[in-house]
């Protein structure tokens, strides 16, 4: 592996890429495209589980292709020819410097490292000399992020739906943006070198807003005021700290952020809250079952009126119990409408 030593020649192009479900064969295939001396760096953010370590991917991208793959690290300056992978459980960003950002911020879309924060980030340090690459996954991190890089006046390409084994995520960042090139991964590599060789025209003025949600991403604003200038409050919680939500006004997609940091789309947002529901309901049905059992005891040792009251509450219990297995049963693809309760 060669030695990772900075450079003072200014960076003229930065490559982002972002993938969920399936996002190992999609990047494998990207990586096995470029040449070792690949003139920008490669920034990536794969969905992975807090207790993974991403060792596999890397691993999996070193042997695949010719750029030097690393877990990315704090305050490192990317270079040409290197891809940088998010370490699991943290976002990686770039600060206004252009160096590396990596930080344990708060969940954007469920997930961290999520890929909104790092094409947003990439976009504000680099603008139009950023290009966005959206692939394989669920859901729809990455579509706000893709559409930052644009307001800058940064490129786009977009993972051919037909192409990816989970389809969803390039989906709905097509129905929310056009974007330069939208290819199959095979195609990719040609894509990336066309819009490397096309010069940057002018730069584009910065969104404050963009500004400002970058900030709080990396944990440098958290204050009030700050996201009361992004949005409106709105009537229901933020799942991931019970706080207050605001509904960011600019973009065509709805998103919301609560002012320590998370964030949401609508799509994940609906999601967290229908896990913290079903959360909720199976700890109702233990208690239930729980309280049924305790009846059920008591009823054993008590006599005479006593026992008739404890089968009766008991009975009641059941009644919950059928209800709320019901309820969990409901959206359940594997359960027949019919199987007994």
Known sequence: MKKHTAKNKRIEHLVVAGASAGGLNALVGLISQLPANFPAPLLIVQHISADASGDVLLDSLNKN?????????HGQQPLPGYAYLAPSDH?????????LSVTKGAQENRSRPAIDPLFRSAAVAFGNRVIGILMTGYLDDGTAGMIAIQRYG??????????????????NALNQLTPDYCVPVSEMGGALFKLIADKPGKQQPMPQDLILESKIAKRVLSDLASVNSLGEQVPFNCPGCGGVLWKINEGPIAR??????HAYTAASLLAEQTGKIEETMWVALRMFEERKNLLTTIAKEQKGAAVRSAEERAELSQIHIDRIRAILLADDKGTKSDMPI
Do not use: F, W
């Not at 292709?65 to 690290?73: D, N, P, S, Y």
């Not at 976002?91 to 160096?99: I, N």
């Not at 993972?159 to 995520?169: G, I, K, L, R, T």
């Open 65 to 73: 292709g010719k750029l030097t793959c690393l877990h990315a690290q």
């Open 154 to 171: 940064g490129k786009s390409i977009i993972q051919d739906p037909n192409d990816a084994d989970y389809p969803e995520m390039p989906k």
């Open 256 to 261: 919301y952020r609560c002012h320590t940091g």
């Open 91 to 99: 976002h990686l960003m770039v600060d206004e410097k252009g160096r």
